[in-house]
């Protein structure tokens, strides 16, 4: 990875730079809207040569429309949420990252398997510093994925502040969907609290329960109304809150889910709600087959803790991926309505993607992973200790296919992420897992054991593996992998 002042950035010429963005008027700076839903703009690549994508992005406080105000945000090229990174499998990408935060920050490519040495946690990006990514999009990669900034001690902060956009990896299967028209909307979930102006500092409680904000943004909007152009609608979810989950459920529409972190799934599967843990990503396709308004909720869900009454928390579960009840009777929030008009019906697909089935040996290697916490002193524990970045907790090595048992011994709900190699989980509480998909996040319930399977392929190197409620990650509920 290099480092590279701005004027060695000038000096390359060619990119869009991101000084125009900075203090300009939202919808000037390429915010679109289909009904009153926002929509993120596209960050702008160039392609100097074949195979080869570049661009720039811009971590800036900037003043932003939110909530029928403006507030003082922290914001990647002046856009909240960030620009869309819109990507192909198999090319190369070169990211310029400039930090104008006027504190520490860096940048994390949450849920794409590239090497620890470039998608790296470790790394302080100072102010007024440029930082040169450089990586190759894996093939068989097609999926939703997102950026946000990764500084321990600093993550909590900045991203409730504002700091997150999604990455968008497209192939085969993406170009089907289109052709069969599909109408696709990514969509942002992220909560946010503002005093002054300004997003609201954390207070104690919010270190040992994880900051959750008053107003439950879609794109950066309140209940906005999305007019789909089309009776077949895609929707690319993400939950970038802090600590907020989101149980979501369409008036009147099953969601048929076809990706989740790592991508596609076999086939489409048939959801009445679906939960995302902080971190989590889904597709889902709506099949609207009449005309009216529908609105996306989030129902209520207890996440432990004292958790889950009233608008204060969303959660669930995705078919069999996520199991218990909700622990309360509160009224749903309302996200966002879809205004359907009167379309020609469209039909789903069949399948969707081939998910590579993961067969444990009893000869492979085995690990435990125990999740405590101190509540009167604000501290998290993986294995009994804090994070310590000096210190290797797993040694792993190249090619191996390893089994972890995460066992939760704390009073509520923890999504453990691992970097760089994606997952299968394998079952809960001696349950094998109904649903056979790549994640990079998955959600463990208070008191549940559960097993995924990590294949340590490709990459070399040391990355970390968290808890993504990330107040918890900050207060050392984080452990470091060398492979």
């Given at each position: 990875?290099?480092?590279?002042?701005?004027?060695?950035?000038?000096?390359?010429?060619?990119?869009?730079?991101t000084a125009p963005y900075l203090g300009s008027p939202r919808w000037a700076r390429g915010l679109t809207a289909v009904g009153s839903f926002p929509v993120p703009?596209?960050?702008?690549?160039?392609?100097?040569?074949?195979?080869?994508?570049?661009?720039?992005?811009?971590?800036?406080?900037?003043?932003?429309?939110?909530?029928?105000?403006?507030?003082?945000?922290?914001t990647y090229n002046g856009s909240f949420p960030g620009p869309i990174l819109r990507l192909r499998e198999g090319e190369r990408v070169r990211l310029w990252f400039t930090n104008n935060l006027g504190e520490p920050s860096n940048l994390h490519m949450h849920g794409l398997h590239v090497p620890p040495s470039i998608d790296n946690p470790f790394l302080s990006v100072s102010p007024g510093e440029t930082t040169v990514y450089e990586f190759d999009v894996p093939a068989n990669s097609a999926g939703t994925?997102?950026?946000?900034?990764?500084?321990?001690?600093?993550?909590?902060?900045?991203?409730?502040?504002?700091?997150?956009?999604?990455?968008?990896?497209?192939?085969?299967?993406?170009?089907?969907?289109?052709?069969?028209?599909?109408?696709e909307y990514v969509v942002v979930l992220k909560d946010l609290s503002l005093v002054n102006g300004a997003p609201e500092a954390h207070n104690p409680f919010d270190w040992m329960s994880g900051k959750e904000g008053n107003l439950?943004?879609?794109?950066?909007?309140?209940?906005?109304?999305?007019?789909?152009?089309?009776?077949?609608?895609?929707?690319?979810?993400?939950?970038?809150?802090?600590?907020?989950?989101?149980?979501?459920?369409?008036?009147g529409h099953p969601l048929f889910l076809?990706?989740?972190?790592?991508?596609?799934?076999?086939?489409?599967?048939?959801?009445?709600e679906l939960l995302l843990a902080p971190g989590e990503r889904a597709d889902v396709l709506v099949q609207l087959n009449t005309a009216g308004n529908f609105r996306l909720l989030n129902l209520p869900y207890d996440r432990g803790s004292g958790h889950g009454m009233g608008g204060m928390h969303g959660g669930g579960h995705m078919g069999g991926m996520h199991g218990g009840s909700t622990g309360s009777t509160a009224a749903p929030d309302v996200l966002m309505t879809i205004a359907a008009g009167e379309?020609?019906?469209?039909?789903?697909?069949?399948?969707?993607?081939?998910?590579?089935?993961?067969?444990?040996?009893?000869?492979?290697?085995?690990?435990?992973?125990?999740?405590?916490?101190?509540?009167?002193?604000?501290?998290?524990?993986?294995?009994?200790?804090?994070?310590?970045?000096?210190?290797?907790?797993?040694?792993?090595?190249?090619g191996d296919l390893e089994v972890w048992e995460i066992d939760n011994r704390t009073g509520m709900d923890h999504p453990m992420h691992l970097h760089?190699?994606?997952?299968?989980?394998?079952?809960?509480?001696?349950?094998?897992?109904?649903?056979?998909?790549?994640?990079?996040?998955?959600?463990?319930?208070?008191?549940?054991?559960?097993?995924?399977?990590?294949p340590l392929r490709d990459f070399t190197g040391k990355t970390v593996y968290h808890c993504h409620?990330?107040?918890?990650?900050?207060?050392?509920?984080?452990?470091?992998?060398?492979?």
């Amino acid at each position: 990875m290099t480092r590279l002042s701005r004027r060695d950035v000038l000096k390359l010429g060619g990119l869009a730079l991101t000084a125009p963005y900075l203090g300009s008027p939202r919808w000037a700076r390429g915010l679109t809207a289909v009904g009153s839903f926002p929509v993120p703009p596209r960050l702008p690549l160039i392609r100097p040569e074949p195979g080869l994508v570049e661009a720039e992005l811009s971590a800036a406080w900037t003043q932003s429309a939110v909530a029928g105000t403006t507030a003082r945000l922290q914001t990647y090229n002046g856009s909240f949420p960030g620009p869309i990174l819109r990507l192909r499998e198999g090319e190369r990408v070169r990211l310029w990252f400039t930090n104008n935060l006027g504190e520490p920050s860096n940048l994390h490519m949450h849920g794409l398997h590239v090497p620890p040495s470039i998608d790296n946690p470790f790394l302080s990006v100072s102010p007024g510093e440029t930082t040169v990514y450089e990586f190759d999009v894996p093939a068989n990669s097609a999926g939703t994925y997102w950026y946000h900034p990764h500084l321990h001690m600093r993550v909590a902060r900045q991203l409730f502040g504002g700091l997150a956009g999604v990455i968008v990896v497209e192939g085969r299967m993406d170009r089907q969907l289109r052709r069969r028209g599909a109408d696709e909307y990514v969509v942002v979930l992220k909560d946010l609290s503002l005093v002054n102006g300004a997003p609201e500092a954390h207070n104690p409680f919010d270190w040992m329960s994880g900051k959750e904000g008053n107003l439950l943004l879609v794109n950066g909007a309140v209940q906005p109304v999305l007019v789909p152009r089309t009776s077949l609608l895609r929707l690319r979810l993400l939950n970038a809150s802090n600590a907020r989950y989101y149980r979501l459920a369409l008036e009147g529409h099953p969601l048929f889910l076809i990706a989740t972190d790592g991508g596609f799934i076999d086939q489409p599967i048939e959801l009445n709600e679906l939960l995302l843990a902080p971190g989590e990503r889904a597709d889902v396709l709506v099949q609207l087959n009449t005309a009216g308004n529908f609105r996306l909720l989030n129902l209520p869900y207890d996440r432990g803790s004292g958790h889950g009454m009233g608008g204060m928390h969303g959660g669930g579960h995705m078919g069999g991926m996520h199991g218990g009840s909700t622990g309360s009777t509160a009224a749903p929030d309302v996200l966002m309505t879809i205004a359907a008009g009167e379309n020609p019906p469209r039909s789903l697909p069949s399948r969707v993607g081939l998910v590579e089935p993961l067969a444990p040996a009893p000869g492979d290697v085995h690990r435990r992973l125990v999740l405590g916490e101190a509540m009167m002193g604000f501290q998290f524990y993986l294995n009994g200790r804090t994070f310590d970045e000096a210190r290797i907790d797993f040694q792993g090595r190249l090619g191996d296919l390893e089994v972890w048992e995460i066992d939760n011994r704390t009073g509520m709900d923890h999504p453990m992420h691992l970097h760089t190699y994606p997952f299968q989980v394998l079952s809960r509480n001696g349950v094998p897992e109904a649903l056979r998909a790549w994640k990079d996040v998955v959600n463990v319930r208070a008191g549940e054991v559960v097993r995924i399977a990590v294949p340590l392929r490709d990459f070399t190197g040391k990355t970390v593996y968290h808890c993504h409620i990330v107040e918890h990650e900050d207060r050392g509920m984080m452990g470091v992998l060398a492979v």
